[in-house]
């Protein structure tokens, strides 16, 4: 054992050394238990195979425990993350790695996640989000519709996203505008990125814009969420203004919106089977995808081109000339009823079609009632909409 004298010092401090956290390096603030590593090898999780080694003092078998030390004890910790994931909705990865990096102060872990999250919503702003949800809100004066986006259909449906966008709707209702009942109006997002929020939602709270709130809620979700823009419509001086949102999980929120204005006349006139009918030709439009209002509102150009298509068709039938203008004409027919709304099959009874229940409605009212506009719009639709609204052009020649 003449070896023994010589090493014996050395290990002394070396075990010394081990056992003080601060001198050895090795000191941890989380608190989550202990590994042991060997003297000989220093591996962490596992003792070193001593037979694998020449080193003279393999023979002892001697063994150090590292601890992780914290200011908290472990059910603390457990507590303490519980009420930062509640606070924050946050992963819980990037929960417990603040709150580490924070020394478990949770006020101060709460700051670290927010400013993280300002800097993952800027990396994911690249990212594609076709997925999300409308969100309606509506006074006495119009209507808006507004479009939040996110990557997967799992954050759509989250609770606190359906919230925001929610809010973001009711808040663009204060935009200011032109009141134009023929016209659908765009709300581009460089409108909304500086509205102002009041949100009062438990983990999503106080005076925001909508940039800051969108940021945050990124940062809660772990995904790309932007703003799609939206529309506004405005109700008609006397009559009703008519929505209805298909696969809506609560009340203002869904994945299509169908919007619809119904004009009467005479001002003295109920309106009750006015509402009743909107209600239901709002419905309409979401199932039946009109895109114009009217023959008169399809363009030259969209005539055109079905025109030539149709026309192209009929001369393979290899049919005369007069055959085939008057197929051409029969499928335009067709065509009309298809994409013009006053030329549609009504969906609740397909015995009627837009015009003659219109007609039906302005006899039981006693004065006219007419569709003054009406807006289809879908989740992923909104930029396309937008751009091709840009010239505030009347809906028909939007959608």
Known sequence: MGFTRGVKRPIEMLCKRLNNPVNSGYYYSTGLGYREI????????????????????????????????????????????????????????????????CNWDIE??????RKRGVVLASKKSSRIAAEGVLALAQNKEKTVVVELNCETDFVARNEIFQ??????????????GSKQS????PVGPECLEDLKMNLDHPKLNGEKTVQNAITELAAMMGENVRLGGGFTMYAPSYGVLS????????PGVGRIAGLLSLEVED??????????????????????KPLFLAKEDVSSDALGHEREILKSQAESTGKSQMAIDK?????????????????QKFVVDDTLNIKTLLNNVSKEVGSR???GNFLRMEVGEGFRRLEASSKTEPLAEAA
Request: charged content about 20%; overall charge positive; hydrophobic content about 40%.
């Open 38 to 101: 060997s003297c000989t090898g220093f591996s962490e999780n596992k003792p070193v195979d001593s037979s694998n080694y020449s080193n003279p003092i393999r023979g002892f078998g001697i063994f150090f425990s590292r601890s992780y030390s914290s200011q908290a004890s472990a059910p603390e910790q457990m507590n303490l993350i519980k009420q930062l994931r509640e606070r924050t909705s946050a992963p819980i990865k990037d929960v417990k790695s603040a709150l580490i990096a």
């Open 108 to 113: 101060a872990a709460q700051k670290e996640l």
């Open 163 to 176: 919230f925001t966008a929610l809010s973001l709707a009711k808040s663009a209702l204060s935009l200011e």
């Open 182 to 185: 023929y016209l659908t109006m």
């Open 243 to 250: 929505t209805y949102l298909h696969q809506s999980s609560q």
């Open 267 to 288: 001002h003295n006139a109920s309106t009750d089977a006015v509402q009743r009918v909107g209600s239901e030709l709002a419905m309409h439009v979401v199932a039946a």
């Open 327 to 343: 197929m051409v004409e029969g499928r335009l027919r067709k065509y009309f009823e298809e994409v013009v709304l006053m030329e």
């Open 369 to 371: 009632v007419k569709i």
